[in-house]
């Protein structure tokens, strides 16, 4: 980053979501600006609206990309495509995050790369914060998580971490060029994770293990939609049959430091009462 770039603001697209935002607080407390690309974001940035993309690169000096769910198929393309349109209107930086070990994944590094891009990539196993901030969430709260998820060790990372080597990325050159696998520093089954979020919390959560099928069958009955279905299970099935069981050291290298472990991570989600059992409705 440069002076002139220093001057214009960085472009962070899914600027609300649980990366996003911290990648957002963290260059604004730096006194970088910033323009969060998302729907509720001005001006209004929408993957499914190609007239929304060139007015969120009108000026940026940079971009973090990252789709809002690199699991769909066609996300590789559009992300190409995006990459293409931003290096087109004089946007070469980019820090492209997404997912690990999935075929999709590979493929949408491969469409940003070859849009000439000056890249640094992230790949993060699943967030630590996926029990906090999203998914899982309620089921914490009401003390049991059944999930599809086997006892198949997963390094969960923290998001703190990933918005750390972000930011590192979009403000760094010496970045460029990196592909950072990121992990936390420990394996831990969701048994071990939910363990640690019981301690954590003080109250026994439990986990559930259930089938693939049994799961899609119970969100199906549920009202999800049949495609989320399908990719729900598509994840799972991917991403959790053993082939993401490994550490990497992602974190150390871009910001030479140990990743953040999963025990405090619970510890200080636990303090925000994020996981108090949900109030009884009284009828
Ligand atoms: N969660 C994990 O464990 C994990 C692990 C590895 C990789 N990933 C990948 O990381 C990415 C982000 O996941 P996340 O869990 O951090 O998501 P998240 O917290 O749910 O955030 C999603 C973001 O996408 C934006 N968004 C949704 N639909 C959009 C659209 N049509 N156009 C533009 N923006 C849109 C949302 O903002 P608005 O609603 O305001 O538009 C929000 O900022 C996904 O590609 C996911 O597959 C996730």
Redesign the pocket.
Known sequence: MNDTTRQQPTLV????????RRVVARLTARGLPVRIG???GEPR????DRATWAPVLDGVGSAYV??????IPGAAETLGSFAELAVARGVPRLVL????GEEEVDRAERAVRDSGAELTVLH????AQ?FSE?YWQEQVQSNELTLPAGDTPEPFVDADDIADVAVAALTDDRHIGAVYELTGPRLLTFAEAVRDISRAVGREIRYIPISIEDFAAAAAAQGVPSEVVELLTYIFGETLDGRNARLADGVQRALGRAPRDFRDYARDAAATGVWNPRATQVA
């Open positions: 697209l899914n600027g609300t979501g649980k990366i996003g998302a729907r509720s940035f929408d993957w499914e990252s789709h809002y769910w690199d699991a995050a997404s997912g690990r993060s196993t699943w967030f996926n999203s």
